[in-house]
């Protein structure tokens, strides 16, 4: 069993910054693929980034490529989300996500690839 414990949303107007984080427990942090999804309201939850045990590979969805990057610090037990210029349309619940049965990283963007969920945070971005 994984506990995955996701923080950091709140409100910031378009063109700012946020910093997600996440942790992970229940087994060794290093083995545990590890992602960020969203929802908005009236949506159904999408892949956002996507990081592999080592860190080395991770994968994007097109709509946030070159704004936001995933990476984790495995000393920490803790996986990062950093949101720059972000836009109204980023606005959703954001959930960290963790599964050990796979490496993780790029082509692993589907929510039943993953098990393990943190609660949400909200993100709320003004015009």
């Known amino acids: 069993q994984v506990q995955v414990v996701d923080a950091g949303g709140g409100l910031v107007q378009a063109g700012g910054s946020l910093r997600l984080s996440c942790a992970a427990s229940?087994?060794?942090?290093?083995?545990?693929?590890m992602a960020w999804f969203r929802q908005a309201p009236g949506k159904e939850r999408e892949f956002v980034a996507a990081?592999?045990?080592?860190?080395?590979?991770?994968d994007y969805a097109d709509s946030v490529e070159g704004r936001f990057t995933i990476s984790r610090d495995n000393a920490k037990s803790t996986v990062y989300l950093q949101m720059n210029n972000l836009k109204p349309e980023d606005t959703a619940v954001y959930y960290c996500?963790?599964?050990?049965?796979?490496?993780?990283?790029?082509?692993?963007?589907?929510?039943?690839?993953?098990?393990?969920w943190g609660q949400g945070t909200q993100v709320t971005v003004s015009s």
């Open positions: 990081i592999s045990w080592s860190g080395i590979s991770t």
């Open positions: 996500a963790a599964d050990w049965t796979h490496y993780g990283g790029h082509g692993r963007t589907s929510v039943n690839e993953y098990r393990y």
């Open positions: 229940g087994r060794t942090f290093s083995s545990i693929a």
